[in-house]
């Protein structure tokens, strides 16, 4: 049975850093990534960022510069580094692991396995 679990949010107030974890236990692919998705009432997942296990990391737009995504393989732990934390970038953030067919490039239909999401208020 595969399992996804997010920890780490919280709220902060602008300007402030928060660290989010996620480890997914029970899927063994050899190629996967691994990514964080955030989401607020009303509107659909945004990518925010994504690790392979090749390496290769996608940022979106909104948190470059801002935020450092990180694998551990060996544990299939994510960790999402946020700095410089602004209001809109408070969401519900979602860790997610690709499956068998899925694929990477941030896009939320290439991830099979998520978790219940982690709450991150950010205030003025």
């Known amino acids: 049975q595969v399992q996804v679990e997010e920890s780490g949010g919280g709220s902060v107030q602008a300007g402030g850093s928060l660290r989010l974890s996620c480890r997914a236990v029970?899927?063994?692919?050899?190629?996967?990534?691994m990514a964080w998705f955030r989401q607020v009432p009303g509107k659909g997942h945004e990518g925010v960022a994504e690790?392979?296990?090749?390496?290769?990391?996608r940022y979106g737009d909104s948190v470059k510069g801002r935020f450092t995504i990180s694998l551990d393989t060996a544990e299939m732990t994510s960790y999402l580094q946020m700095d410089n934390l602004e209001p809109e970038d408070t969401a519900m953030y979602y860790c997610a692991r690709t499956g068998r067919y899925g694929w990477c490039y941030l896009d939320p239909r290439g991830y099979e396995y998520w978790g219940q999401g982690t709450q991150v208020t950010v205030s003025s």
């Open positions: 029970g899927v063994t692919y050899s190629s996967y990534c």
């Open positions: 690790s392979a296990n090749d390496g290769t990391t």
